[in-house]
């Protein structure tokens, strides 16, 4: 075949060398361009239209600090417009930025706390802890120990580690140990290092709460065991018919209405009232100031009160006023035979029943009327 009968090959090559520079030069001109500049600047044009997610993505790419496009001074006018329409994490960013001051922004705390609010009112991350950060430092104006709990919890129920240690601590502080010890204890992550403070300080607070909870029942279980022994020798007198003995029992150990009141009406059932101190029956009196004690109280107080009788705390105390009421219940009445005789022997003279029913008056009185467990010194019973 001749050359000339060749196909000639010059244009088609020529074409093939020009679509290859030309593919290099773009892939040159693609790795020398910033990464997602063509994304920021879609997102830019979208935004200028009026899209606020574009002005939210647009502020997110500026705002990166991994992004070579990263401006966080350019990126406040659109994480701003984008935050006014109510887009979370642009509230959330602009708060970042604020609270950290990066680049030409500087540090606003007022600024970031009210973004911080905004942007966790709907449960961006990020905005919940800077709220929690801007509110309790110490030193900020923005310092509110309520607002800084509240935004503990809300991290912490995020799993915000530091945020449950901190609310645990915070909790035991107010003694308020169970939900310390429940909230340190769900954020302990057993095995891992990270979690070792938490761990230990939710097991030191159960331990404690156990260590209480059973002293706490074994003081129950003593008071029982008390009560127990106490009914065993209160149920003893009754047994032995001995309602005196019952009723005495619970009014000067037991101090108990309901065994008073299980005394008498018993001894009233078997018709024993003689069988009760006389003296028993002024203490139902005011004890009981109503009902069916009262009643059997009232009935036998007025079956044995005598002219002299002042009852177990109308007696008055004035000098001589013992003597009387001695002399006029029979004690001062001679009937030994020995009385005047030359005989020197003398003898001993036996109380009266007077003399007895102000013993026991007298022993009541100090009994309710001194002590931890006294009564009101203007009370009747102290006078």
Known sequence: MRPEALPSRGPALATLILLLLLLVATAVAARAAPQGSGSLQTSIAACDSGDRAACADAGMLLSDVESPAYDPFLSLRFLQQACAAKQAKACGRLALIFYAGEGDVERDLPSAGNFALRACADNDRDGCEVAEAVFAEPGSPQFDAEKALRYRRVNCTYGNRRSCIDLARILYAMDDRLPAEQIALNACVPGDPASAEICAFGNRL??????????????????????????????????????????????????????????????????????????????????????????????????????????????????????????????????????????????????????????????????????????????????
């Open 206 to 383: 159960q331990s404690l709460r156990r260590k209480a909870e059973a002293e706490r029942e074994a003081a129950i279980q003593a008071a029982r065991n008390a009560q127990a022994r106490e009914d065993t020798v209160f149920d003893q007198y009754m047994a032995e018919r001995d309602y005196d003995g019952a009723l005495y029992y619970s009014l000067y150990h037991l101090r108990s209405k309901a065994h008073a009141e299980r005394a008498i009406m018993a001894a009233s059932r078997a018709g024993a009232l003689s069988s009760i101190f006389k003296d028993h029956f002024y203490v139902l009196e005011y004890w009981f100031p109503s009902g069916p004690v009262a009643q059997i109280a009232a009935s036998q107080i007025a079956r044995t009160r005598s002219a002299n009788d002042c009852g177990i705390w109308n007696c008055t105390n004035m000098p001589g006023a013992s003597t009387a009421r001695w002399r006029a219940a029979g004690g001062g009445r001679s009937t030994s035979s020995y009385r005047g005789s030359s005989s020197s022997y003398t003898p001993t003279p036996t109380p009266s029943s007077a003399n007895i029913a102000k013993q026991t008056r007298d022993k009541y009185r100090s009994y309710n009327c001194t002590g931890s467990r006294r009564l009101p010194d203007s009370h009747p019973v102290c006078q």
